[in-house]
C-alpha cells in the first residue's frame, strides 16, 4: 500500500460534518453495547437476585472500570499516534507504534491482574461495601480481574483500527462480546441463580470471545501496514505511547477513583444509597454515549489533520461536533430530571433504590449539558497532542472540586442522594471554564504561530 493510499480519505479534504458524523455513529454504537454489555450484568441481577448482589455487582464493576479506563486511556496514545502517521502517509510509523504496544499491553495486563488478585480484600473494604454485599463483591471482582488480559487485548486492537479511521470494526467485536454476555447473564444469573459471580463469569467469557473474534477477522482484514518493529524501534515506541498515553490513562485513572471515593460517600448511608448511586453510574454510561463518542473520533480526526498540516480544518471539526452533541444533551438533561425513575426501574424492583437513583440523577441532569462542550473538547485536545493538560484539568477537577464539595455536602443535616448528586454538575461547570480557556489560549499561539511564519 502506497503512502497516496493511506493517505486518502475524507477527513483530510472536504466537508467536515458528513465523515466526521460517519466516523462517529459507529462509536456511538460501540458505545451503546459497551454501555449494555455492562449495565446487562445490573439489569439481569436486579431482576434475578437480591439489594446486596445489586449493590455487589454496582460497586464492583466500578472498581473494575478504574483498570479499564487505564488501559483505554493508553489506547487513546496508540490511536492518536497511528491516525498522525496516517495523516503524515508513514506507514512504517504506524507500525512501529503498534509493535510497542503489544509489548507494552501484556506487561501491563499481567500486572494489573496480579495486583488485583492480591488487594482485591482491601479494595473492597476501603469502599465501604455494606456487610450485606461484601462476599459477593468481592467474588465479583476476582473473577472479573482474569479477564483483565482480554480487555488490554480488544482495546488494544479497537484502537488501531479508530487510528486507521475505521470505527465499524470495532463496533462489530463488542457487538460479538454484547451477545455472548447477554446470552450468558440469562443463563448464569436467571437460570443457574449465581448472583453476582454469574455476571462475572460471562462478563469475562465475553471478553475472550470478542478477542478470539477480532484475531481471525485481522487475519482475513490484515492491518496496512507491517508490525515488525525493529527491537531498537520498540521501546521508542513505547516510550512515545506512554507520553502521550498516560496523562490520560492517569488522569481517567484518578477521575474514576474520584467517583469510588464518591460511591464509598454513599455506601456509608446504606444499601439503598448504595444501590441506586451504583445504578446512576451504570445509566450516566449511556446517556453520555453521544459527546464520548465525539470525544473519540475528534481525537482521530483531529490528529490527522494536524499530521496533515491543517489545524483549522481541525478547529471547525471541533465547533461542529459541540453543536451535534448539545442537541442530545438537551434531550438527556430532560429525560434524566422528570424521568430518573422510569429509567432506574430498568435496574431494580426495589421501590427504595429506584427514588434512590432518582434523587441523584434529578441533581445531576445539569451535567449534561455542560459536558456537549467539555468532551467534545477534550477530544479535541487529545488529537493535538495536549494530553498533559486534559490529565491536569481532570485531577483538578476531581480532587480539588467534587470530593471536597460530596463531602461537604454529604455532612450537611438531612443530607441525601440529591442534595450529594450537586456536587456533579458544579465540578462540570468547573471544567468547563478550566477548557474553554485552554482553548482560548491554543487559539491565540495558533494565531501568532501564523503571524509569525
Request: proline fraction near 4%; charge should be positive.
Amino acid at each position: 500500500m502506497t503512502n497516496n493510499d493511506l493517505t486518502k480519505n475524507r477527513f483530510l479534504a472536504g466537508p467536515i460534518l458528513p465523515p466526521l458524523l460517519q466516523f462517529a455513529f459507529p462509536l456511538m454504537l460501540s458505545q451503546l453495547l459497551q454501555a449494555f454489555y455492562g449495565g446487562v450484568d445490573l439489569m439481569v441481577v436486579g431482576q434475578y437476585s437480591s439489594t446486596a448482589s445489586v449493590s455487589a455487582v454496582a460497586t464492583g464493576s466500578q472498581i473494575m472500570q478504574a483498570l479499564t479506563v487505564l488501559i483505554t486511556g493508553l489506547t487513546m496514545g496508540v490511536t492518536v499516534l497511528v491516525g498522525k502517521a496516517v495523516g503524515a502517509g508513514d506507514p512504517d510509523a504506524a507500525g512501529r507504534v503498534v509493535a510497542g504496544q503489544l509489548r507494552l499491553f501484556a506487561l501491563l495486563a499481567a500486572a494489573l491482574t496480579a495486583g488485583m488478585l492480591a488487594f482485591a480484600p482491601a479494595i473492597v473494604q476501603w469502599m465501604n461495601v455494606p456487610a450485606e454485599a461484601v462476599p459477593e463483591t468481592l467474588r465479583y471482582v476476582r473473577i472479573c480481574s482474569g479477564g483483565i488480559l482480554f480487555i488490554a487485548a480488544y482495546n488494544g486492537i479497537s484502537g488501531v483500527f479508530r487510528g486507521l479511521g475505521n470505527s465499524r470494526s470495532p463496533f462489530l467485536f463488542v457487538l460479538i462480546a454484547c451477545l455472548v454476555n447477554v446470552a450468558l447473564d440469562l443463563v448464569l444469573v436467571g437460570g443457574f441463580g449465581m448472583n453476582a459471580s454469574g455476571a462475572a463469569l460471562a462478563t469475562v467469557i465475553a471478553q475472550a470471545s470478542s478477542v478470539l473474534f477480532s484475531l481471525g477477522y485481522m487475519r482475513r482484514h490484515p492491518l496496512p501496514f507491517s508490525v515488525r518493529g525493529r527491537r531498537r524501534d520498540v521501546p521508542r515506541a513505547v516510550g512515545r505511547i506512554l507520553r502521550l498515553g498516560t496523562p490520560i490513562a492517569l488522569q481517567d485513572f484518578l477521575t474514576t477513583i474520584s467517583f469510588l471515593i464518591i460511591t464509598s460517600i454513599v455506601n456509608s448511608l446504606g444499601l439503598v444509597a448504595s444501590a441506586g448511586v451504583g445504578i446512576s453510574e451504570k445509566l450516566y454510561v449511556f446517556l453520555s454515549i453521544v459527546p464520548m463518542s465525539f470525544m473519540s473520533a475528534l481525537s482521530t480526526f483531529v490528529a490527522q489533520n494536524m499530521g496533515a498540516g491543517q489545524p483549522l480544518r481541525a478547529r471547525k471539526a471541533l465547533f461542529a461536533a459541540q453543536k451535534v452533541s448539545l442537541c442530545f444533551g438537551a434531550v438527556i438533561f430532560t429525560l434524566t430530571f422528570w424521568g430518573g425513575g422510569l429509567l432506574a426501574a430498568l435496574f431494580s424492583r426495589d421501590a427504595a433504590v429506584i427514588e434512590a437513583a432518582a434523587l441523584y440523577m434529578r441533581g445531576s441532569a445539569a451535567e449534561h449539558l455542560l459536558n456537549a462542550f467539555i468532551y467534545c473538547m477534550l477530544g479535541y485536545f487529545n488529537g493535538r497532542e495536549r494530553t498533559t493538560f486534559v490529565m491536569a484539568q481532570g485531577l483538578f477537577t476531581a480532587f480539588l472540586v467534587r470530593i471536597p464539595l460530596s463531602y461537604l455536602l454529604s455532612r450537611l443535616p438531612g443530607a441525601g442522594m440529591l442534595t450529594i448528586s450537586m456536587a456533579i454538575p458544579a465540578t462540570a461547570l468547573v471544567s468547563l471554564v478550566l477548557c474553554t480557556g485552554y482553548l482560548l489560549l491554543l487559539r491565540r499561539r495558533d494565531g501568532a504561530a501564523g503571524a509569525a511564519d
